[in-house]
């Protein structure tokens, strides 16, 4: 279905972002976030009609890099006796667009090699033999729901633009969009409307654009602006400034004013600002927004978690505070050496290829191996088949990751929270710490209040999860269905992105009080019981870590661990080293089952 | 490392032209010294045999790039295709490692880097020497080169033995003076309008950038340092517990060439000072759970040994 860029309802500040970058394809792209069914996809679709002329090419958030960067073209290779390459996606966008939907659930392969040609205008391979570094000026399209996670930070930085249309259409929008179906009904044709209008708006600005001046205070505007949003780096001013032209030039101007800087302000500048500054960046961007589901009359029982390493509050109940001596890593964890990644001839990323037999044949290896040994025979005739024989077999040696995702769900909910909190993060960052030698990542949800919140998407940084955990709130209800199911909700889209498998590791006295739903309360265990169905279905391992006291229990945490198929450990008296030493086993166990065969 | 956009690729891309030229083997795939016989190929081993010496010709120091994405055959070299295919032979071509010895070899997003590529980096960077076993061909060759990696530390740490390859480690944090933003953008934007005149504007930097640093490596052979200064970088060190010996080693080296740099030909407190952070950042015992930064440590135990004028305290 084709529309007409102008006839699409709503979704104006995503338009006209397009626009702008219709005018200037230099600001490198346009980010566009919406919910299901807000034609997002429509949009970047009718704007590639728009600029019939220019390349439009859509890369699947799946596309492999040798789709994605090129590599071996075999068959034009084994035809011609000349290495071939086949143009992979990003060559093929030069001078125009890619376009990506889901952009958000792209693994870092796909979105750093994306950012790397779009910040450097080239595109570096080094594939299968190839070497080369063609141009690679084009302007990145990618929409995405921001309900299925945000979009990597570093390929979020390398375009100019990020529109979110947050608001639920207005009536007027879901109108227009009933009165161009039923027109269509009457027939396509008539809709056919034509994008002249703005195509000619489009090229007058396009040829005013050099023209457009920007005064030394609108330079020194933007760049306050910038500081006082706590942005990092310094491509936001230098794509603010480009944005101001732009808009400029769209609004037939030839000297940027006031409008266009709000515009370079509103596309570019506040989305990147950073909503969780470090405590020493400047005191204007420190707006941390308050978790959206938490209810207000919750806020009275909410407790920051006492900056550095405050005695914990039950220290009165004759529990020691942690002992903070990091650098001694328990012996049991540190037993073995693990390879960070590990051979595998089944599954896994494909490296080489060898002699050894194997399941999968290599075939480009193969085919070379038999033209050699041909040259060698003396018996290669043109035109003749390349005759295999077993000798020549290769066969595909794989990679394959072996980390885990440790899902730490903590109840921070009570007055025992803060405790819980800081063993949960002593835990992490130990993991952390040790990450590289044991390609742990750690993802850190909250639940409390009715709601459950991910403090801490998946990480190998110890900063980020740090700063994550000292931002906790604590207090209130015991939402735990909601904790559970947040953590299998990450783990679910960490799957997604080709991730490792996953250890949910729940920290908990085990007493669920809230469920999810609220017209549920009383069937809390049968719902965490059919997010038992859900975490076995997807493969989540999961440890159970009661903090109750024996004196104290109810067998809730049991209770909770037989459910869930858990793992149960009671440490009452836990200090972040025993929380760590648990879930490093744990993880041990998860990822023994999980290695290839 | 540090934050993103704040020029760090850039910076090192802009290195290929300012290094002066150096002088290869004429015709050699990697590059060889012809001053150094004991580090040549096996080609230029055999070519030398009997004679006096062999052709030599100048060419530029590699700055070579690895992205993310590279693949392990052109990284360590493999197979020549086209060869095996018409002519039916058995014959290597040298990837990555081999156009970077002597020279640069930049990865960007290092902490993102493959973890196989991160095995095979570590072996050759510890023997100078990359040995191919691979599709049926066996060659060894010389790679020695200088590691450059950046990237974000938010986006993961770096493997501790990888991290300990790297001498000098400078963290690049986003620049807080609004003239000097205002300065960066308006700079990019001359540089777009017309890359070819922004070149030329810079040329006299340029130019005295490189004869600079020119001078500095002629001199830095001769750079000499007290004995009293090497107790205080070893009691510098010391003081910050500070694992093995390449912590006071880098120090020493780099305040040498610090010291070349300035045209001097020994080395001033002042140099220690202003090479210690970044020799030591990055070996320091990390202790996750403090706040204070590895820098700000090193400065304050810097502050003991050597004083703010540069003077030995």
């Known amino acids: 279905m084709n529309i007409p860029l102008e006839m699409i309802a709503g979704m104006t500040e995503a338009r006209f972002a397009l626009m702008l970058l219709a005018v200037d394809p230099g600001l490198k792209g346009a980010l566009i976030g919406g919910g299901p069914g807000r034609a997002k996809s429509l949009l970047a679709r009718s704007f590639a009609r728009l600029l019939a002329g220019m390349p439009f090419v859509e890369a699947p958030i799946a596309a492999t890099p040798d789709r994605l960067v090129g590599g071996l073209d075999l068959e034009r290779t084994l035809r011609t006796g000349r290495r071939s390459l086949a143009e992979g996606l990003i060559a093929r966008s030069h001078g125009g667009f890619l376009y990506a939907d889901s952009v958000n659930l792209a693994d870092a392969r796909w979105t750093r090699t994306v950012a790397a040609a779009l910040n450097s205008g080239v595109l570096r391979i080094e594939r299968d033999g190839f070497s080369a570094a063609p141009p690679a000026e084009f302007a990145l399209i990618g929409t995405y729901d921001p309900g299925d996670g945000d979009i990597d930070s570093q390929l979020a930085d390398s375009v100019a633009m990020h529109v979110i249309e947050e608001a639920p259409p207005a009536l007027s929008e879901r109108l227009q969009v009933l009165s161009l179906a039923a027109r269509r009904e009457t027939g396509p044709s008539r809709i056919a409307g034509d994008d002249g209008g703005l195509r000619n708006r489009i090229d007058r600005a396009r040829s005013r654009l050099p023209r457009v001046t920007v005064a030394p205070e609108q330079y020194r505007e933007l760049s306050a602006a910038a500081l006082r949003l706590g942005v990092e780096g310094h491509r936001a001013e230098i794509f603010a400034v480009r944005v101001a032209r732009a808009h400029a030039a769209l609004g037939d101007r030839d000297a940027i004013d006031e409008r266009d800087i709000d515009a370079a302000v509103r596309l570019t500048l506040a989305p990147r600002a950073r909503t969780r500054p470090d405590s020493s960046a400047s005191s204007a961007s420190g707006e941390r927004p308050a978790p959206a589901t938490a209810p207000n009359n919750q806020s009275r029982d909410d407790r920051r978690i006492p900056a550095q390493d405050a005695p914990a509050p039950d220290e009165a109940l004759g529990t020691s505070p942690p002992a903070n001596s990091p650098s001694r890593v328990a012996p049991s964890a540190r037993r073995q050496r693990t390879r960070a990644q590990t051979l595998s001839w089944t599954r896994g990323r494909y490296v080489r290829a060898d002699t050894r037999k194997a399941p999968k044949v290599a075939l480009e290896a193969t085919l070379l191996a038999a033209a050699i040994s041909h040259g060698r025979s003396n018996n290669r005739r043109p035109g003749r088949a390349l005759l295999a024989r077993p000798s020549d077999l290769r066969y595909k040696q794989f990679r394959v990751d072996s980390g885990l995702l440790v899902i730490f769900a903590i109840d921070a909910s009570g007055s025992m929270a803060v405790n819980r909190i800081h063993h949960a993060k002593g835990a992490a960052l130990r993991l952390l710490q040790d990450a590289y030698r044991r390609r742990f990542s750690v993802a850190v949800v909250a639940f409390r209040g009715n709601s459950a919140e991910t403090l801490l998407a998946p990480t190998r940084s110890a900063s980020l999860a740090k700063r994550a955990l000292d931002e906790a709130l604590v207090g209130g209800g015991t939402p735990l269905a909601a904790g559970i199911r947040e953590s299998l909700e990450i783990a679910r889209r960490a799957r997604l992105a080709g991730g490792p498998p996953a250890l949910m590791v729940l920290v908990t006295d085990g007493c669920a009080n809230v469920a999810s739903r609220p017209d549920a309360r009383e069937a809390v265990w049968e719902e965490i019981e059919s997010l038992a169905v859900v975490a076995r279905r997807d493969e989540v391992s999961a440890l159970v870590i009661d903090t109750t006291k024996p004196l104290f229990s109810t067998g809730a945490a049991e209770r909770l661990a037989r459910s869930l198929g858990a793992s149960y450990v009671r440490l009452p008296r836990a200090g972040d080293a025993a929380v760590y030493e648990s879930v490093a086993a744990a993880g041990e166990m998860v990822r023994g089952r999980a290695a290839p065969a | ?313």
């Open chain 2, 1 to 313: 490392m540090g934050h993103r956009g704040t020029g760090k690729s850039t910076a090192v891309r802009a290195l290929a032209e300012l290094l002066p030229p150096i002088r290869k083997v004429k015709g050699c795939l990697y590059g060889c010294d012809p001053d150094n016989a004991a580090e040549h190929c096996s080609e230029c081993a055999a070519r030398l045999n009997g004679r006096a010496r062999l052709p030599v010709q100048l060419g530029p120091v590699p700055v070579v790039d690895l992205p993310l994405g590279a693949t392990e055959d052109r990284v360590c070299g493999t197979l020549d295709i086209e060869r095996a295919l018409t002519r039916g032979e058995k014959a290597f071509e040298p990837g990555l490692l081999a156009r970077a010895n002597r020279g640069f070899l930049y990865i960007d997003e290092v902490n993102l880097l493959e973890h196989y590529l991160v095995d095979l980096l570590l072996d050759v960077a510890a023997s100078g020497r990359n040995i191919v076993e691979r599709e049926g061909i066996s060659v060894s060759h010389p790679a020695r080169f200088v590691l450059v990696g950046s990237g974000n530390p938010e986006e993961g740490e770096l493997r501790p033995q990888l991290l300990d390859r790297f001498g000098l480690h400078c963290r690049i944090t986003t620049i807080q003076d609004i003239e000097a933003r205002v300065e960066i953008v308006k700079r990019r934007e001359r540089f777009e309008r017309d890359p070819a005149a922004f070149r030329q504007e810079w040329e006299p930097e340029q130019d005295e950038l490189r004869a600079r640093i020119g001078r500095a490596r002629r001199l830095v052979r001769d750079v000499t340092v007290s004995d009293e200064l090497l107790v205080r970088i070893a009691e510098l060190c010391l003081r910050l517990g500070v694992d093995g010996h390449r912590g006071e080693l880098t120090i020493l080296r780099a305040a040498k060439a610090q010291a070349a740099l300035e045209g001097r030909r020994d080395v001033a407190p002042a140099d220690l000072r202003r090479v210690a952070v970044m020799a030591l950042r990055h070996r320091l015992r990390r202790d996750p759970l403090t706040e204070i930064d590895a820098g700000a440590r090193i400065e304050k135990a810097l502050d003991r040994i050597v004083d703010r004028n540069g003077a030995a305290a």
